[in-house]
């Protein structure tokens, strides 16, 4: 007698679901739909499926391992340099500033120093600031500096605002220069990051998928083996030879520096009202602090800044004046002097109070200062740092 | 949307599935018309309307003629006003300009001063493609061929069907349009042909051909600043460039196609493998050495009125077919040296014809021949001007050059000759019919851990297709 054929998983889930006098009639579109899905799945051969990826997961995470190993982390332009430099001088500097260009290019460490001495203060100064400078890179660099730091380390001092961790910079999450933290130590501190961000549980997970991408780019292997290979362009020139790694980190801003700079400089001379709308887009983003949810990225910062705290180290929030500080709420300030009373709040964002800051020829762009607004703003902020850490 | 990028992959991984999972025939012609409208839509949804109005009158002509050719009132108008309105569309996205400057420049030849008109006119992706496609099925129903199609949606599908939209292969109607009459089944699919098919063109597309552009790109920039070594190899990279290129997209088209149950002409053949010019064009770009045959050569006249009108209508298809390609006097230059070597391959023939197989050797010497003159070729196929060509031809083939500059040759080398070797086994001993047989373990295993490491020998950022621009 011949075996009855036993049926397949597909005609069994039918079997079950469907009662016997439904069968007989002819099933609906949405019916139909499931059975072709049910057949179609039937004739994938899902051990070739599964073989594959697997094949091609343990070749890709083995590629990318390697590859790291063999490379290092890839060398991130300025933020590479500078982490470089202050691990092997950590111990000459006692102040650090933290941030995004606005940082980079007005603190200018000499002059902060003298500023100190000349108030009293022997301190010296590291300006860490790198252009764009998101949550992910700051609280990166935060923590290395925390975990790893030296005795002679006295203040950090980051600015108000990093305006990176709203969904304008989500792009950011699969660009290369965020590639370099995409390892697997770098796992916890991503995760710490996204998930002690107080926000809707919607954003959370939008954001984590925005990493689970990059993760999965990361290890698939993209252009590791590529990147091994020798260069075919000319060398691009030295980071040395910028300069800014002798300056402390300081690299005034001139003319010829970036394209996007120089897009910015003829907007600013030739169009007054461009930053108004450039801020209110930017505000439409989530970017700045007029956006509603200003008051959690506020205590998201509080939170470092007490880490800091924690940590032994006197935290500092700087806020550099705005070329139009009309443009700007305020509500990040306001969050922090509550939740944080250890912190020193350097808030030059004051015309009032700071008119020297707003005259327009000091002004580069209306984002940053030229290096004669600089080493104004430096002096001042030197001068009030050193009163601020003698009380 | 590029085939090797990541967005590609799940818009073709859920057109795919929704596709096989339709029902009706009639159903997933539509939902593949839709998705071949978005595919080339997210370049600019602007030229979808040019599109459509391509299917639309084609496929109204075809009508129109074969109601003629069954009343048995055929009027002459119908073929001008066909290739003119076609031509039309592709003169004017494509030449207007050309010819307006050209125009200018050759009136101030003679004193006289005409002030050029030209247009700011963006060149839509494919467009020499699909107008050729949208041309060859009217042509086909002219020529009773094939039966006017009275469904317009298949017409529509036959012109747009996106793998191979916007670069080739160029296909005929009568192989396709005869697909979309019966229903296709995921049973009838070569899986693994298609897989294979696709992963190798990725490789050459997205491994080969993205790798030897930085040194292509270099040495073509400034020449002057390169030895002539450089020179020399840069030449012969842009020859493995252009061919993996373009054969790596065609792979992935007729792959991509494949799994959605069709089947494309095979367009290149180990095209630099050829022991003459004339085998040389049976390998490369099959579908448009062949449209260029069956559509321009044989209605010319082809080889049927003695050696110089032959030879005519050889240069006069090669020129057409080189300015095919762009609206500039390189491509025309490297028509000319195609058709030149056409009729100097014949007239050698004709003089001494082959007895009995070549010898190997022989085959060797003449297809390194073939090779040298088609890179020469390539130069002015590549050059951003006439003279920057004829500089780089000079160096070339004289070995020469004032640079000092050079280039790390080592690696792109080694990529080559791998290249031509695979090529050449794969010619001789059938390599990818073989790996389509091997056990599943193997066959699947495989191409996971291929597909991981093409990807890692990706260069950072996947660079467009040469043949877009044409």
Known sequence: MPRRRRDSLGVSVIRYFIPRKAMRRRPSLVGRTLIRLLLLIRRIRFRSLALALMAFAITAVTISVTARAIKGQPQVEVLWDKLQYYAANRDRYSVVFLGTSRIYRTIIPEAVDEAMRESGCNETTYNFGVEGMFSVERDYVLDKIISERSPALKVIVTEDVLPSIGKADDANYLSDRVRYFYNIQSLPVFLDSLLSYPESALDTFYRLIYLGIGYVREYSGVSHLAGLLPKVGPDSASLYDKGFLDNHGYLALKAETDASFEVRRRSFVEDEQWIVRDRQEQDLKGAYSADPRAEKRGAHLAQRLADIAESGIRPAILVLPQERPETTVQAINTVISKQVDTALVLDYNKITQYPEFFDRDLWFDAYHFTSVGARLASEMIGRDLCRAIKQ | ?470
């Not at chain 2, 596709?19 to 009639?26: A, C, E, R």
């Not at chain 2, 066909?82 to 031509?87: E, H, P, V």
């Not at chain 2, 747009?160 to 009459?181: C, E, K, M, S």
């Not at chain 2, 297809?367 to 004829?390: D, E, K, N, Q, S």
């Open chain 2, 1 to 470: 949307m590029l085939f090797v990028d990541p967005i590609f992959f799940v818009f073709f991984l859920v057109t795919a599935s929704v596709y096989w999972l339709l029902t009706s025939h009639g159903w997933r012609k539509v939902w593949l018309l839709a998705a071949s409208y978005v595919f080339y839509g997210a370049w600019d949804w602007r030229f979808l309307f040019l599109m459509i109005g391509c299917s639309a009158f084609n496929y109204v002509m075809a009508l129109i003629v074969e109601r003629q050719h069954k009343t048995g009132a055929a009027q002459a108008w119908i073929l001008p006003v066909s290739i003119f309105a076609n031509l039309s569309v592709l003169f004017f996205f494509k030449y207007f300009n050309f010819f307006a400057t050209s125009l200018t420049e050759f009136a101030a030849l003679f004193g006289a001063t005409v002030s050029p008109v030209t247009l700011q006119v963006v060149l839509p992706v494919g467009i020499s493609f699909f107008t050729f496609q949208a041309m060859s099925y009217f042509f086909d129903v002219y020529r009773k061929d094939i039966p006017a199609e009275k469904s317009f949606i298949d017409v529509s599908l036959y012109i747009a069907f996106f793998p191979q939209l916007v670069a080739g292969p160029i296909v005929r109607a009568a192989d396709f349009l005869p697909q979309l009459t019966r229903r296709r089944f995921f049973a009838d699919v070569n899986l693994r042909g298609s897989l294979l098919l696709f992963a190798i063109g990725f490789i050459k597309k997205a491994c080969i051909a993205d790798s030897l552009a930085p040194y292509v790109e270099r040495v073509f920039a400034d020449p002057a600043t390169f030895d002539a070594i450089s020179i020399f190899s840069a030449v012969i990279f842009y020859a493995m460039q252009i061919y993996c290129d373009f054969s790596g997209y065609s792979d992935m088209a007729i792959g991509a196609a494949g799994l959605l149950g069709y089947h494309l002409v095979i367009n290149f053949r180990a095209p630099y493998l050829s022991a003459n010019i004339t085998e040389f064009w049976r390998r490369w770009h099959i579908s448009l050495s062949t449209w260029l045959r069956d559509y321009l050569y044989i209605p010319l006249g082809g080889n049927r009125h003695g050696p110089r009108r032959r030879d005519r209508n050889l240069m006069l298809t090669m020129i057409l077919g080189g300015l095919w390609h762009g609206a500039s006097y390189n491509f025309i230059v490297w028509g000319f040296m195609h058709g030149l070597a056409l009729i100097v391959r014949r007239e050698w023939a004709a003089l001494r014809p082959a007895v009995g197989d070549v010898r190997p050797l022989s085959r060797f010497f003449s297809g390194l021949l073939t090779f040298y003159w088609v890179c020469i070729a390539w130069i002015f196929f590549r050059a951003a001007t006439l003279p920057a060509a004829l500089d780089i031809t000079y160096a070339f083939v004289t070995l020469r050059s004032p640079g000092t500059e050079q280039l790390p040759l080592g690696l792109p080398w080694i990529a080559v000759i791998l290249l031509m070797a695979s090529q050449w086994a794969d010619q001789k001993y059938g390599i990818v019919k073989r790996i389509e047989s091997v056990s599943w373990p193997a066959f699947y295993g495989g191409l996971g851990t291929a597909s991981a490491l093409a990807l890692a020998l990706v260069p950072g950022g996947a660079l467009p297709f040469i043949y877009f621009q044409f």
